[in-house]
């Protein structure tokens, strides 16, 4: 199970983490990955991040101001989203899979969500 948390209203150019931690299964063998969505939407890639946080990728729409880590011996990764902007706006979401893919269909295990709205 992965619960998502974080989340909040923030006015544009602020600062949010979203944290997502794993219970009842360890995760650490997993690659993690954060996505959003809004009304109408589909799901859009955001970043992950390798089991061993080798490796990070990021959508172009939020690299420089996005950064994704994890802390396996707590099991939670995490999303540091500076220089926030209206259009990030979107519900949240940490998903768990074998590999590292930007195809939200791919992976079994998701969070429940949480939502950010930036003000402008």
């Known amino acids: 199970q992965l619960q998502a948390s974080g989340g909040g209203l923030v006015q544009a150019g602020g600062s949010l983490r979203l944290s997502c931690a794993a219970s009842?299964?360890?995760?650490?063998?997993?690659?993690m990955t954060w996505f959003r969505q809004t009304p109408g939407k589909e799901r859009e890639f955001v970043a992950a991040?390798?089991?061993?946080?080798?490796?990070?990728y990021y959508a172009d729409s939020v690299k420089g101001r996005f950064t994704i880590s994890r802390d396996n011996a707590k099991n939670t990764v995490y999303l540091q989203m500076n220089s926030l902007r209206p259009e990030d706006t979107a519900v949240y979401y940490c998903?768990?899979?074998?590999?590292?893919?930007?195809?939200?269909?791919?992976?079994?295990?998701w969070g429940q969500g949480t939502l950010v709205t930036v003000s402008s």
């Open positions: 991040i390798s089991w061993s946080a080798s490796n990070t």
């Open positions: 998903a768990a899979g074998t590999v590292v893919t930007t195809t939200f269909t791919a992976y079994a295990y």
């Open positions: 009842g299964r360890t995760f650490s063998s997993y690659a």
